[in-house]
């Protein structure tokens, strides 16, 4: 939706001296309610309540443990694949476990509209770290 500026307005002036135009955003229309799985999985909208501070910095210091120690353990897991012949199925396991808790990760924070899911899902995503070094353990 493109209008001119007021009569009133002190932009009206400048903005016709330079023979351009004012162009406002309508209003966005609402939206329908999300139905199936992409009601507990979704970015939040703009018109989201935002989460609550301590939620979020909570919520990103578990994301920050998982991933500094997921970290250590593929450095270890890096080392010792460049250094020795591990067993055949470690790496391909390796990759998945590893992906399984990035996804939880993901959906963690992607359903931070929820009370309990966010919560819950770090806590399966910290699964899977705990299988990747008794992994690592194990074959290296």
């Known amino acids: 939706m493109s209008t001119q500026a007021d009569e009133s307005s002190p932009e009206r002036s400048f903005v016709e001296g330079l023979g351009l135009r004012i162009q406002r955003e309508a209003p966005p229309e609402p939206r329908s309610t999300p139905s199936g799985i992409a009601r507990v999985f979704r970015l ?78 770090l806590t399966l995503a910290t699964i899977p770290l705990i299988a990747s070094i008794v992994l690592t353990v194990r074959a290296l």
């Open 44 to 121: 939040p909208g703009s018109d989201d309540p935002a989460p609550p501070n301590t939620k979020l910095v909570g919520m990103c210091a578990w994301a920050t443990g998982l991933g500094i120690v997921g970290l250590l353990v593929a450095t270890r897991a890096l080392l010792a694949l460049w250094r020795s012949d591990p067993p055949n199925w470690y790496e391909p396991s390796f990759i998945a476990v590893g992906l399984a808790g990035i996804g939880l990760t993901v959906g963690a924070f992607m359903s931070i509209q929820r009370r309990r899911l966010p919560w819950i899902m």
